[in-house]
């Protein structure tokens, strides 16, 4: 049995830029952004033995003039006006908590668990006219959750199974335009022989519809404010060759 302690201080940065945007309209106010500061605190502790290996994990990370990456839109009769720049708002921050645990069940069939959740706060700002912020960052779902078993059928021969859960989170800073939770399914079957590793693999089993990003712009004739998704793959088969030198 093993216990192990962990706490980490830093701190970090991105540096300061200029937005090469395509549109010659963006203010000039916004032409140039800040650096951005962050402090970050973690603290965690790892319990193994042989049947379970444990470890959580907390943090904390506090921004100063945080890098949004914004879109905008200048001229709603031309869709191709439509960009992204980054901006500063005034400060923001992150703090969740980690889980992960791996449990040898038996032998053969080894489940491993992960659990997050994560909170943010981005500050008020304000853009061309409209105040946004003092609410959760964009990308940045609350709940994760991943549950993967491993089955040993035999020496040469590995199934693998895997659930993802992704909570909600909002598409864009400026826009109100949340996606759903989805939960993905994925399997691979292995089979190692000598050197040679063989996987035959499919991802998003259950062909689930989910967004990844969301856009609102003015794009057709209407000239009306309208909510556009992109959405992740569909189900995908394939089948990957390794050597192992």
Request: glycine share 4%; with cysteine.
């Amino acid at each position: 049995e093993h216990l192990f302690f962990n706490a980490i201080f830093s701190r970090g940065y991105k540096t300061s830029g200029i937005n090469q945007t395509q549109s010659p309209f963006l203010d000039e106010e916004f032409r140039i952004y800040k650096t951005e500061y962050s402090n970050n605190f973690e603290l965690g502790f790892t319990y193994n033995t042989i049947k379970y290996d444990f470890k959580i994990n907390s943090f904390y990370m506090h921004r100063y003039n945080p890098q949004l990456r914004l879109s905008y839109q200048v001229d709603p009769e031309d869709p191709t006006s439509f960009d992204y720049a980054t901006f500063n708002a005034e400060n923001a921050f992150h703090y969740g908590l980690e889980v992960n645990l791996l449990n040898h069940l038996t032998k053969r069939i080894i489940v491993s668990q992960s659990l997050s959740y994560l909170n943010t706060y981005v500050s008020k700002f304000k853009y061309r006219g409209s105040k946004y912020g003092n609410r959760e960052i964009a990308h940045a779902p609350k709940n994760k959750y991943n549950i993967k078993i491993k089955n040993y059928i035999s020496k040469n021969l590995i199934l693998e199974v895997e659930s993802n859960y992704i909570g909600s989170f909002y598409f864009e800073e400026q826009s109100n335009e949340k996606s759903n939770c989805y939960k993905l399914l994925n399997a691979s079957v292995i089979y190692i022989y000598n050197n040679f590793e063989v996987s035959l693999w499919s991802k998003n089993i259950n062909n689930i519809k989910y967004p990844i990003r969301g856009y609102t712009f003015v794009l057709d004739p209407s000239y009306e404010v309208k909510s556009y998704q992109s959405f992740g793959e569909p189900r995908i088969t394939g089948i990957t060759l390794n050597f192992i030198f």
